[in-house]
């Protein structure tokens, strides 16, 4: 499946902003689908994700409260809502799939997805 992730932009300390993952080639609803992000000089890291059915979400601990991760596989999209953002969010997001046979798991582990969007970028300023 592609992913495009798209939604990133510059925004004020206490703002919000909605990233959107939209897929072709396959249909969403066969993936769980995750959010992570990528600070400079940082490894990637995980930050949301979703199962198949839309049931199960995850957060990293970090986001918990803040983001929601939601999707609508009539259109093929995957959307993450961040609000009350923070400096420290600043970072490069990317949207990934994970095939999975389980409609109501939303795995969290990084090398469990294999197709990756082309990321977008998120500034926060303080």
């Known amino acids: 499946v592609q992913l495009q992730a798209s939604g990133g932009g510059l925004v004020q300390a206490g703002g919000s902003l909605r990233l959107a993952c939209a897929a072709s080639g396959r249909t969403l609803s066969l993936y769980a689908i995750g959010w992570f992000r990528q600070a400079p000089g940082k490894e990637r890291e995980f930050v949301a994700s979703?199962?198949?059915?839309?049931?199960?979400?995850n957060y990293a601990d970090s986001v918990k409260g803040r983001f929601t991760i939601s999707r609508n596989n009539a259109l093929n999209t995957v959307y993450l809502q961040m609000n009350s953002l923070k400096p420290e969010d600043t970072a490069v997001y990317y949207c990934a799939s994970c095939y999975s046979r389980l409609v109501a798991r939303a795995p969290t582990n990084i090398d469990e997805y294999g197709d990756w969007g082309q990321g977008t970028q998120v500034t926060v300023s303080s």
């Open positions: 979703i199962s198949r059915n839309g049931y199960s979400t």
